[in-house]
């Protein structure tokens, strides 16, 4: 009789899984019981429940704060602050930023106030900052108007470098020195080649300015055909040719021709200053007669020679 074996009470043994076909052994019916996970699960759920809670509360927090500040009388525009303007006035930079006081400070588009302002032709740029809880600052950069300019589509304002920023209109400044003379072919190519043009042409008025010669006031400017310049200048509208730069040493010759017509009681309308082969021979045409004699002067000084010149061809 073989000897029975005892299973102690207080041992506990898991079934043995039963074998299927196969060689495979079939799962447990029932996984047991584990309290750890639950508690994992649950503190899980606790802080998507608050993180869901505090999103909830900054939400209705940004939303009730952002009607506040957009339709509170606090954040009302009171002060307008207008800097940098010399053509326009501030309640013309009022007008064009389309601004009136009361205002929602807050609620306003800077960027598209900018752009608003930066459209009209005189203003070249803007700055516009907001001043909480009620102002308001605005900086320009006004175009400045250097000459009005002639081209076959109409009449601009141009700046000192030349560059043509809008089409002369009421109220536009026009005691400016005139530029003509720049042909269709010009004014219908690159705008950069037309802005070189007339920023020649005022860089010579700069040096007549500066030299004061006939007065120095230049009345216009003259683009001529083969690329010189001529420019009209002082109140009996002397005009001097001088061709092709530079520019400085000719205006130098000019003054000096002035003072040597004014020693001989000579009164000149036109001084030719483009013979670039005998720079120091200067072409002057007289009102002394009818039509007006012309002249040259060779050299400078006392012992300067002035002859009767033949006519240049071409000369008007």
Do not use: C
Not at 181 to 188: K, M, P, Q, V, W
């Amino acid at each position: 009789m073989s000897a029975s074996v005892r299973t102690p009470r207080n041992r506990r043994f898991a079934p043995t899984p039963v074998a299927t076909r196969g060689g495979a052994r079939a799962p447990s019916a029932e996984a047991p019981w584990d309290p750890d996970l639950l508690w994992r699960r649950l503190r899980l759920a606790g802080r998507v429940a608050l993180a869901v809670l505090v999103l909830a509360i900054g939400v209705a927090a940004a939303i009730a704060a952002r009607r506040y500040v957009t339709t509170s009388p606090r954040f009302g525009l009171k002060e307008l602050r207008i800097e940098g303007t010399r053509r326009l006035s501030p309640a013309q930079v009022q007008s064009i930023a389309g601004l009136e006081l009361g205002q929602n400070v807050v609620d306003l588009d800077l960027d598209a106030l900018r752009a608003r302002l930066e459209q009209n032709p005189w203003i070249e740029r803007a700055q516009v900052q907001r001043r909480l809880p009620a102002s308001l600052a605005i900086e320009i950069v006004e175009h400045e108007a250097a000459a009005m300019v002639t081209l076959p589509v109409g009449t601009f304002l141009a700046t000192p470098n030349g560059a043509l920023f809008k089409r002369i209109e009421g109220g536009d400044p026009d005691d400016l020195p005139l530029v003509t003379g720049i042909a269709s072919d010009d004014a219908s190519g690159d705008r950069d080649a037309t802005a070189q043009l007339v920023k020649r042409a005022l860089e010579l008025s700069t040096e007549i300015e500066r030299s004061g010669v006939f007065g120095g006031r230049v009345e216009e400017l003259h683009v001529e055909a083969d690329g010189g310049l001529s420019a009209v200048v002082g109140q009996r509208g002397v005009r001097l040719v001088f061709g092709r730069a530079p520019y400085r040493p000719k205006v130098r010759l000019a003054t000096q021709i002035e003072a040597e017509l004014a020693r001989r009681g000579a009164r000149p309308t036109v001084l030719f200053l483009d013979d670039d082969a005998h720079p120091e021979r200067v072409v002057v045409r007289l009102v002394s007669a009818l039509p007006p004699a012309q002249v040259t002067i060779d050299g400078l000084g006392p012992t300067a020679a002035i002859g009767v010149a033949k006519k240049r061809g071409g000369a008007p």
